[in-house]
């Protein structure tokens, strides 16, 4: 009789067999993704963003005009914004764009924006955390401290103020959301370092006389970092929410032939009665890119919580 | 309890010192100046000087740090560049609408979340836990401006029932001795602006306390799939209990406590959400004037309303934290 891998591992026991043929040991990232592969939701998501990366890469090819190509209005007999129409299926916007181009296009931005906002996020937030966790002390005092500071800023606004100080544009958007992002990592990191660091193959690595770098790199990162990788992909979906309420207070990206998502919405409050689908185009593909990184993010918390390891 | 009120509160000094230099440095690190935000980019370099020596801006960057901190010992904020008023007394003006935004959409959020999560998890796993995880998860990821945008297109422009923007009709008049409408209509006694200030409260409160109310729903879930399973609800259940009182006194008080802290948390978030909330819907909240202060590089309203937001942001965590004693008696502050 043989039965499917997942049902041997759930029973428990090795029922009188030798346990070394039943369930072959699987470390934590192979057992991770086997969990999240059989997630249908996290898979949607996976998917939703397959697909909007797969519209940012081949934007020049799937989008019928370039995002910065006019028809010009009064050949349209002046009327702003027309709607969606077999020529351009997202309607036009006040400028004479082809909507869907931008939303294609726009997909680029933002999925951009958000990928290297949260890497730099990540990046000075790990070594903060792992500065404060890791050493601990002075160190930590001052950067908790400092962790403190940015927290009692409400978000938004410290977006909106770096991108006022750095001046416009898309680096200095990345920078800014990524920024902003960076408390959350390092004070997740510090507390999963804090763990880590006590428990007893920790010890035991230290008894052994290993380096502290090695320990470091070898024994505590790896495992204090399963939850950093949840909230990198959730913060993706923020990231996405960010640029674009940047965008739609009108700091967002100047350069008009790369559209993003939020500026698109910018203009729209002035044509809300006359020209809805301005705004619901641009809406939806943002929804939909939150939803997919939101459901990934869950479904990586899951994988990877050893509560649910069986 | 009252050692770890002023414990926390001591603890709170250096972070808003913290944010007080942060932010003086970083208003003079925006390009231009209140002066260019006043007189244009063009100014006359003439007008430009004289508007920075009235402020003081023309002096050493330390010398005026050590001016703004000892008018903050003092409690004064200054003067608005732009306004010529008081900060103080345009955050006295301006946060009771943010505040009652606030408030009416963490109310929208917990009246409807704590009760959508609790019948998530007594019918786990039917249709209707199926759909509030799916509601949720779209509240959780849909943009608050771009749900504004759409309450604010199907319920004002296409249906007429709500007004779009603003918080009274003009044709209204009413006295703001607190300028939270609510209460100044009921000070007054005037019911019919009473009931238009809940009409314009409405679709923003709706469209800031639904990422609120989709996290309390979640988390209640959670929470209340946590207690249910315990042995205290199961020996409640057993001792013959009306179910209605084990859900309420057994179930429920127990589950509300990691509810309180996304209630607390969230607060904290709406501050941030009112910014965009408070431009569709025209609210002349603390969020709009803050957004316009940094427009106009209004230094003593960036100062002085960035760090009340601060103090707001670190008063509510101590709420927060004081609420789990009333909430969970085993919780003692020392």
Redesign the interface.
Known sequence: MSLPEAEIGAVGTTGGRDPADVAPPTGLWKDALGRLRRDRSAMAGLAVIACFAFLAIAAPLIAPEPPSSRTYLERLEGACCPGPSAGHLFGLDDLGRDALSRVIYGARTSLLIAVVSVAIGLGIGLVLGALAGYVGGAADAVVM??V??M???????FA??LV??L?PGLVQLMVAVGVVNVPIFARLLRGSMLSVRESDYVSAARSLGLRPARILFVHVLPNALSPVIVAATLAM?TAI?EV??LG??GLGNPDPSVPEW?SM?AN??RF??SA?HL?LFP?IA??LA??GF??IGDGLREALDPKFRR | MAWYVVRRLALAV???F??SL??FL?VR???GGPAQGLLGERADPAAVEAVERQYGLDRPVYEQYGRYVGSLVRLEFGQSITSHQPVLSEIARRFPATAELAAAAMLFAVAAGVPLGVLAAKRRQTWVDQASLVGS??G???????LA??L??VFA?RLGWLPSIGRLDALLSLPHPTNLYTVDALLAGDWEAFADVLRHLLLPAIALGTIPLAIIARITRAAVLDVISEDYVRTARAKGIARRLVDRRHILRNALLPVSTVVGLQT??L???A??TE??FAWGGI?TW??DA??FRDYPVLQGG?LF??VL??LVNLLVDLSYALIDPRVRYR
């Not at chain 1, 927290?151 to 606004?157: D, E, G, R, T, V």
């Open positions: 401290r400092l403190d500071i927290l009692a800023i409400p978000a938004l606004l909106i103020g006022a100080a001046g979906a929410v674009a309420g739609f207070l939020g919405l729209t409050p809300l009665a809805p705004a809406g943002i929804v939150v939803l939101n459901l | 250096p972070v808003l913290g944010v942060l932010v970083w690190a925006l390009p998860l779209i959780i990821s849909i943009p608050i401006f771009f945008l759409l604010k297109y422009v904290g978030l501050l941030s959400g910014v965009l431009t569709v969020g803050i957004y940094i427009r960035i937001l601060a942001f670190l």
